[in-house]
Nanobody
Framework: QVQLVESGGGLVQAGGSLSLSCAAS????????MGWFRQAPGKEREFVAA?????YYADSVKGRFTISRDNAKNTVYMQMNSLKPEDTAVYYC????????????????????WGQGTQVTVSS
């Protein structure tokens, strides 16, 4: 069982930046895709970004968020710039180890391992 541990969340003003990290217990080089999702209160968990051979982003974060993988450190990162109040959510790291990732439509069910989540709050 892969274990994922997120860090780096916090409180930031609108327009600010945060960097999230996700450390994996296994070798991320053996994973198919790794991604970030978020869930705001009362809303469903939604796709934010994913990295396989290419990088994929939700339209709402394109140009502001950047995902990266460091397989040597078994870690995936997400740099979040120009943050908006609507980015407020719990952010979850996820790994696809069963090769279910479909970049045409990225949904949570394609990922089989999840972190515990880290809170990101953007104040206006």
């Amino acid at each position: 069982q892969v274990q994922l541990v997120e860090s780096g969340g916090g409180l930031v003003q609108a327009g600010g930046s945060l960097s999230l990290s996700c450390a994996a217990s296994g070798r991320t080089s053996s994973f198919n895709a790794m991604g970030w999702f978020r869930q705001a209160p009362g809303k469903e968990r939604e796709f934010v970004a994913a990295a396989k051979w290419s990088k994929y982003y939700a339209d709402s974060v394109k140009g502001r968020f950047t995902i990266s993988r460091d397989n040597a450190k078994n870690t995936v990162y997400m740099q979040m710039n120009s943050l908006k109040p609507e980015d407020t959510a719990v952010y979850y790291c996820a790994a696809d180890t069963r090769y279910r990732f479909n970049p045409s439509t990225v949904v949570p069910s394609q990922f089989d391992s999840w972190g515990q989540g880290t809170q990101v709050t953007v104040s206006s």
